[in-house]
């Protein structure tokens, strides 16, 4: 059977990806849609790097030596993602090492959530548990991605969050089953990351402004993400008797969530490099790549 | 590192591609990719990212340069009949079937 032709002009090639084709590194690529691309992994993979900072504050300080494997396991496999997506990046054009030096120089994004502080080991239950949860539900959304070499590191992404999530829960259903100060070390936690939480996904765009969904480099709008995630987990949250800091929360007859509006100029200001904790996990990431430098040289050396 | 001797950056490094065996039987499947100097690092590497959950129980890893790409398939003999897509007997077995007088097999 004659391959497929990928379309050498950038409309047949746009109509060709919403149809549900997919493409390869080596195939002809329109310059926006490796741009966007590039762009998009390329956050993903910073968001892999800094999101383990928050969970690595408490590696020491986690209650029980089980605790801390599995905490360190979980960070282990983190910068792991990193590691496969950028190489994914690598592959698309843009060099790791201008990567990272974009990250430290605060000259890329990541994630909302990560620019926030763990308070307590209430917070990394509820990051382990929801801010996974959140993410799992954007990274499922990637596993038809048009850009096949992303779709494939993608379901082994999510095969290991799924421990992530067990993880997290297993942390807080110990807490909310403990003394009635461990349990509202919880509910304080989830009072603070359910703004964050609710900006996760980005401001509600339609599908069809999104570039990102017109590329069909994720396969669903922000909107539909998280209703997803209200849909799956907040009956989790109430089922434990924890509460929601949102009293306009509700499941409609139709099976919408309706909600607060969540605060969009606090997602722009904190993913512009404003966030409460992003200067120091940056210059935490900045002094590990100075200090890791003999490595590089090592390895070049071989 | 040497002057003018090997890569002098990571971003030079030469690309192994991964793949895996999940099972015993099962066929190796293209995994991913590595960036590595040579054979052990690229091991080392490929051991971590894909084997470190007992996720596979074979790697193969090959350096992209090794790779011989074969992606084009020309048809200009139009060689339909070697494949099922070259038949179509649906209108010729209705006719059979009136002829016959019957309504199908059996």
């Known amino acids: ?55 690595r504050e408490w590696i020491l300080r986690a209650p029980t030596l089980q605790r801390k494997l599995a905490l360190t396991a979980k960070v282990q496999d983190e910068v792991g993602h990193a590691q496969l997506i950028y190489r994914v990046v690598e592959d698309l054009g843009k060099p790791r090492e201008q990567c990272l030096a974009d990250l430290v120089d605060g000259k890329a994004k990541f994630h909302n959530v990560f620019h926030y502080p763990t308070k307590t080991w209430g917070d990394v239950g509820v990051i382990a548990w929801l801010v996974d949860a959140a993410a799992i539900i954007s990274q499922k959304a990637l596993l038809k991605c048009s850009y096949a070499p992303y779709a494939r ?26 003394t009635p100060e461990q349990f509202e070390l919880v509910q304080e936690a989830v009072n603070r990351w359910w703004g964050p939480l609710m900006q996760f996904h980005g401001n509600p765009i339609p599908p069809d402004e999104d570039p990102m969904y017109l590329w069909r480099i994720k396969s669903q709008g922000n909107g539909e993400a998280r209703q997803q995630f209200l849909d799956g987990y907040v009956p989790q949250i109430w089922e434990l008797g924890l509460t929601v800091p949102d009293p306009k929360l509700r499941k409609r007859d139709d099976g919408e ?29 900045r002094r590990f790549l100075e200090q890791e430098q003999w490595v590089r040289d090592a390895v070049l050396a071989a | 590192m040497g002057a003018g001797r090997g890569p002098r950056s990571v971003n030079e490094l ?23 100097p040579d054979a052990d690092f690229a091991e080392a590497w490929a051991r971590e990212q894909y084997g470190r959950r007992g996720e ?28 099922v897509d070259g038949y179509s007997i649906k209108a010729r077995l209705k006719e059979a079937r009136e002829r016959a007088g019957t309504a199908g097999p059996g």
Not at chain 2, 17 to 36: I, L
């Open chain 2, 56 to 83: 596979s129980v074979a790697l193969w890893l090959v350096p992209r340069d090794a790779i011989r790409d074969v992606e084009d398939w020309a048809d200009e003999f139009g060689l339909k009949y070697r494949r």
């Open chain 1, 1 to 55: 059977m004659a391959a497929v032709e990928i379309p050498r002009d950038e409309q047949a090639f746009l109509e060709y990806v919403q149809a549900g084709g997919q493409v390869e590194t080596t195939d002809w690529l329109p310059d926006d849609y490796r741009a966007k691309l590039i762009k998009f992994i390329e956050m993903h993979g910073n968001s892999e790097l800094m999101g383990v900072l928050p969970e």
């Open chain 1, 153 to 178: 590191i993608m379901k082994k992404i999510c095969w290991e969050e799924s421990f992530h999530i067990l993880h997290g829960r297993d942390v807080i259903l110990a807490m909310v089953t403990g």
């Open chain 2, 14 to 36: 030469p690309v192994w591609e991964v793949f895996r065996k999940e099972k015993r039987g099962s066929a190796f499947e293209h995994a991913g990719s590595v960036v590595a």
């Open chain 1, 257 to 285: 969530w309706e909600f607060s509006e969540p605060d969009w100029d606090e997602l722009k200001h904190v993913v512009t490099g404003h966030g409460p904790k992003t200067e120091e996990r940056l210059a935490l990431r």
